[in-house]
């Protein structure tokens, strides 16, 4: 438990918590009662995990979607047929490049079934289907070939 001192924000954070799960009927109204002033009367952060420590962690709204590749695509698509409308207009060239970076688009979106996988921030993991070297070596059971 943390003995560093609560903050306005910290209490009030607190405070939130517990009015967000008597609204769910996990509080009372005497208990949030109780409890509010225990969280707006604590010192340190020590003192305000108790109050919250039987309620479920709330799960946090989804991040807006940052769409810089979307408009990226968009910008230089229109760039490369500008390129090739004024170089003639002859074979529609710019299809390839369109189809290749927008296949990539549309699966970073999820607009592909599932969106990508992203690596594991673990170095000793590994989502191959062989053991990382990190997983293979003395002591570890497997044979390096």
Request: hydrophobic share 40%; glycine share 10%.
């Given at each position: 438990?943390?003995?560093?001192?609560?903050?306005?924000?910290?209490?009030e954070?607190?405070a939130?918590?517990?009015?967000g799960?008597?609204?769910?009927?996990?509080l009372?109204?005497?208990?949030?009662?109780?409890?509010?002033e225990g969280?707006?009367?604590?010192?340190t952060?020590?003192?305000?995990?108790?109050?919250v420590?039987?309620?479920?962690?709330?799960?946090?709204?989804?991040?807006?979607?940052?769409?810089?590749?979307e408009?990226?695509?968009?910008?230089?698509?229109?760039?490369?047929?500008?390129?090739?409308?004024?170089t003639?207009?002859?074979?529609?060239w710019?299809?390839?490049?369109?189809?290749?970076?927008g296949?990539?688009v549309?699966a970073?979106?999820?607009?592909?079934?599932r969106?990508c996988?992203?690596?594991?921030?673990?170095?000793?993991?590994?989502?191959a289907?062989w053991?990382?070297?990190?997983?293979?070596?003395?002591?570890?059971?497997?044979r390096l070939?």
């Amino acid at each position: 438990m943390s003995e560093l001192l609560a903050s306005d924000a910290d209490r009030e954070r607190v405070a939130e918590r517990l009015r967000g799960a008597a609204g769910e009927g996990r509080l009372t109204p005497a208990e949030l009662e109780e409890r509010l002033e225990g969280a707006f009367s604590a010192r340190t952060e020590a003192e305000l995990e108790p109050l919250v420590a039987d309620l479920p962690v709330p799960l946090r709204p989804p991040r807006p979607r940052d769409r810089t590749h979307e408009r990226t695509y968009v910008a230089v698509m229109l760039l490369l047929v500008a390129v090739w409308a004024l170089t003639g207009a002859g074979y529609f060239w710019p299809i390839w490049p369109m189809l290749g970076w927008g296949i990539g688009v549309l699966a970073d979106a999820g607009r592909l079934g599932r969106p990508c996988r992203r690596r594991s921030s673990n170095p000793g993991s590994s989502t191959a289907r062989w053991p990382s070297s990190a997983a293979v070596g003395p002591g570890s059971g497997e044979r390096l070939h």
